[in-house]
């Protein structure tokens, strides 16, 4: 029998896990966070793949033959290498999906319009990962992307206040853009702690899109849809939260992030 592993760089997967067991509550996972080296928005390409390898290894050898990437810029710029260049050279029979591909599922839908605004870490716009796939889905849809490098730092930090006010700003810059928008998609999922305080920020008529529901959603129909993953994992409902640093802070923000208490256990994933 094998876990369902969950990697992030940080703490923002933690929104997504908090509706992936809500969505599959009999399933056995371990969430791994990055913490020691996070932010990955104002990394390199090859540094984020690096640190994104490292992470899924290590849940690899905690049980786990099946990881998603709780990160949109580990999805945007690592996943396609390790699903193409490592896993079918060196871990057959294990999979990495990741969250970009099934939110541009979803988000395409929902605009009317067709003019969605996205706020995501500089990486993840450098990437194109979500105009690509969304073009890919529906060729008619415009999308607009806002680079938010504070968000993260300072939702990492605990400085809420003062995120909801770099919020404020890059909101008004991506509208600025376009009058069309009516929908915002949050490609962060960081940005999930302060979505009451984005939503607040964004005018009534457009709809502000988070990730954790989607995700959920598409991963207990893709265990459906792929039984040789979905059967073989653990049905005792465990929960193991992991990270590379640990403090005080840290379990309180994982906790916020988490919507209940967690105990989060250190993991050594990269060279000192």
Same mark, same amino acid.
């Not at 490292?54 to 849940?59: A, F, R």
């Not at 890059?170 to 915002?184: F, M, N, P, V």
């Given at each position: 029998?094998?876990? +369902?592993?969950?990697?992030?760089?940080?703490?923002?997967?933690? =929104?997504?896990?908090?509706?992936?067991?809500?969505?599959?509550?009999?399933?056995?996972?371990?969430?791994?966070?990055?913490?020691? /080296?996070?932010?990955?928005?104002?990394?390199?390409?090859?540094?984020?793949?690096?640190?994104?390898?490292?992470?899924?290894?290590?849940?690899?050898?905690?049980?786990?033959?099946?990881?998603?990437? $709780?990160?949109?810029?580990?999805? =945007?710029? %690592?996943?396609?290498?390790?699903?193409?260049?490592?896993?079918?050279?060196?871990?057959?029979?294990? /999979?990495?999906?990741?969250?970009?591909?099934?939110?541009?599922? &979803?988000?395409?839908?929902? @605009?009317?319009?067709?003019?969605? !605004?996205?706020?995501?870490?500089?990486?993840?716009? %450098? @990437?194109?990962?979500?105009?690509? &796939?969304?073009?890919?889905?529906?060729?008619?849809?415009?999308?607009?992307?806002?680079?938010?490098?504070?968000?993260?730092? +300072?939702? #990492?930090?605990?400085?809420?206040?003062?995120? &909801? &006010?770099?919020?404020?700003?890059?909101?008004?810059?991506?509208?600025?853009?376009?009058? /069309?928008?009516?929908?915002?998609?949050?490609?962060?999922?960081?940005?999930?702690?302060?979505?009451?305080?984005?939503?607040?920020?964004?005018?009534?008529?457009?709809?502000?899109?988070?990730?954790? #529901?989607?995700?959920?959603?598409?991963? $207990?129909?893709?265990?459906?849809?792929?039984?040789?993953? !979905?059967?073989?994992?653990?049905?005792?409902?465990?929960?193991?939260?992991?990270?590379?640093?640990?403090?005080?802070?840290?379990?309180?923000?994982?906790? /916020?992030?988490?919507?209940?208490?967690?105990?989060?256990?250190?993991?050594?994933?990269?060279?000192?």
């Amino acid at each position: 029998m094998s876990i +369902l592993g969950l990697f992030d760089s940080g703490f923002g997967g933690l =929104s997504v896990v908090r509706k992936v067991r809500r969505a599959l509550p009999e399933y056995a996972f371990a969430y791994l966070g990055d913490n020691a /080296r996070t932010p990955y928005g104002g990394l390199s390409p090859e540094t984020i793949y690096q640190y994104t390898l490292e992470g899924v290894l290590h849940l690899f050898n905690r049980g786990a033959d099946l990881v998603v990437l $709780a990160c949109n810029t580990s999805s =945007s710029v %690592a996943l396609r290498r390790i699903q193409q260049q490592y896993l079918p050279f060196h871990t057959a029979g294990k /999979r990495v999906l990741g969250i970009v591909i099934p939110t541009a599922e &979803e988000v395409s839908r929902q @605009s009317v319009t067709k003019v969605i !605004g996205v706020l995501a870490t500089q990486v993840t716009v %450098a @990437s194109q990962a979500y105009p690509q &796939e969304i073009f890919k889905i529906d060729p008619s849809v415009d999308v607009i992307q806002q680079a938010c490098p504070l968000l993260v730092p +300072l939702i #990492e930090a605990g400085e809420f206040e003062k995120a &909801e &006010e770099a919020a404020d700003g890059y909101i008004r810059k991506l509208l600025q853009q376009s009058s /069309r928008i009516d929908t915002i998609l949050l490609g962060c999922t960081h940005y999930a702690l302060i979505e009451e305080s984005i939503c607040r920020l964004v005018p009534n008529d457009i709809r502000v899109v988070s990730q954790g #529901e989607i995700v959920a959603d598409k991963l $207990a129909d893709y265990l459906i849809r792929h039984p040789e993953f !979905g059967t073989t994992i653990e049905r005792t409902g465990k929960s193991t939260f992991l990270t590379t640093a640990i403090s005080p802070r840290i379990e309180t923000l994982a906790t /916020r992030f988490y919507g209940e208490p967690i105990v989060m256990q250190i993991a050594r994933i990269h060279q000192d």
